[in-house]
């Protein structure tokens, strides 16, 4: 298991999560509130997000045989697409 944060500077953090769960609603698992959002990717990993009043926290959690690099790409390229006014959105993956 691999787990990767981020903490995304941005003023909309709140917005942002609850559009990207309602996006990836219709395919994984999702629970959401405002405030915060669970994922469930069909690959195993899950993706966590909170938002706070100047940032976003992000927690991506991949199976040991998933593609870490490819998953980081996936939350950050769809949060961007919510972004688009602040796109890109700095992403400074650590390992959790």
């Given at each position: 298991?691999s787990?990767?944060?981020a903490?995304?500077?941005?003023?909309?953090?709140?917005?942002?999560?609850?559009?990207l769960?309602?996006?990836?609603?219709?395919?994984?698992?999702?629970?959401?509130?405002?405030?915060?959002a669970?994922?469930d990717?069909?690959?195993?990993?899950?993706l966590?997000?909170?938002?706070?009043p100047?940032?976003l926290?992000v927690?991506?959690?991949?199976p040991a045989?998933?593609?870490v690099?490819?998953m980081?790409?996936v939350v950050?390229?769809?949060?961007d697409r919510?972004?688009?006014r602040?796109?890109?959105l700095?992403?400074?993956?650590?390992?959790?």
């Open positions: 298991m787990i990767s944060i903490h995304v500077p941005t003023g909309s953090a709140s917005r942002y999560l609850q559009q769960a309602k996006h990836w609603s219709h395919k994984m698992a999702v629970v959401v509130t405002p405030d915060e669970t994922i990717f069909p690959n195993g990993s899950r966590v997000m909170a938002a706070a100047e940032m926290e927690v991506l959690t991949v045989d998933g593609d690099a490819r980081r790409d950050a390229s769809h949060l919510f972004a688009f602040e796109a890109p700095p992403f400074d993956w650590h390992d959790g």
